[in-house]
T-cell receptor, first 113, second 112 residues
Framework: AQSVTQPDIHITVSEGASLELRCNYS??????LFWYVQSPGQGLQLLLK??????LVQGIKGFEAEFKRSQSSFNLRKPSVHWSDAAEYFC???????????FGTGTLLAVQP | KAGVTQTPRYLIKTRGQQVTLSCSPI?????VSWYQQTPGQGLQFLFE???????NKGNFPGRFSGRQFSNSRSEMNVSTLELGDSALYLC???????????FGPGTRLLVL
């Protein structure tokens, strides 16, 4: 069965520091992968997606993610974090024929000055 | 182009009541999916509608139902509310099935 694991429940980084959020997936075929961000009290905003092709994908707000098939990973990165990046981040894999997104448990990012 | 809109944004109900939530997809989008988000269970798929037909349903009791209209707008209904139904209900739309899903702001339901 398809699944997504986000090993880090909570991460704190200093403003200006680099960021990497981990995501591992389980999926039988070539996965469609997504990162969404959720600010408090808000819905989910799409940061970036991977369907095929270049394994390094660029998204909005300066985020990027790298698909590594050998490691079943799709980690999200940002070179320099801003205080406004504090939010919860969700990795998701598309569930194939069920046409649903399967989400990880999320990583809550705190940014300290 | 306007995003996905959901109404109402907040709702307080008591146990045993029923509730209807509404979702208007992005203009031109034909597929609408619903998700429930709770602190304990995370984000869980409820159902998907396309061309006014339910295409998939998640592992939820029959108290949860929905429908889609000819203009692609969708509603979900929860009957006989339970305390555990308190959650953020998110609607997502996509151009067609198997396309990127874009989410609305959600409806926060509190059951007392």
């Amino acid at each position: 069965a398809q699944s997504v694991t986000q090993p880090d429940i909570h991460i704190t980084v200093s403003e200006g520091a680099s960021l990497e959020l981990r995501c591992n997936y389980s999926y039988g075929a070539t996965p469609y992968l997504f990162w969404y961000v959720q600010s408090p009290g808000q819905g989910l905003q799409l940061l970036l997606k991977y369907f095929s092709g270049d394994t390094l994908v660029q998204g909005i707000k300066g985020f990027e993610a790298e698909f590594k098939r050998s490691q079943s990973s799709f980690n999200l990165r940002k070179p320099s974090v801003h205080w406004s990046d504090a939010a919860e981040y969700f990795c998701a894999v598309w569930g194939g024929a069920t046409n649903k997104l399967i989400f990880g448990t999320g990583t809550l990012l705190a940014v300290q000055p | 182009k306007a995003g996905v809109t959901q109404t109402p944004r907040y709702l307080i109900k008591t146990r045993g009541q029923q509730v209807t939530l509404s979702c208007s997809p992005i203009s031109g989008h034909r597929s609408v999916s619903w998700y429930q988000q709770t602190p304990g269970q995370g984000l869980q798929f409820l159902f998907e509608y396309f061309s006014e037909t339910q295409r998939n349903k998640g592992n939820f009791p029959g108290r949860f139902s929905g429908r889609q209209f000819s203009n692609s707008r969708s509603e979900m209904n929860v009957s006989t509310l339970e305390l555990g139904d308190s959650a953020l209900y998110l609607c997502a739309s996509s151009l067609n099935r198997q396309e990127t899903q874009y989410f609305g702001p959600g409806t926060r339901l509190l059951v007392l």
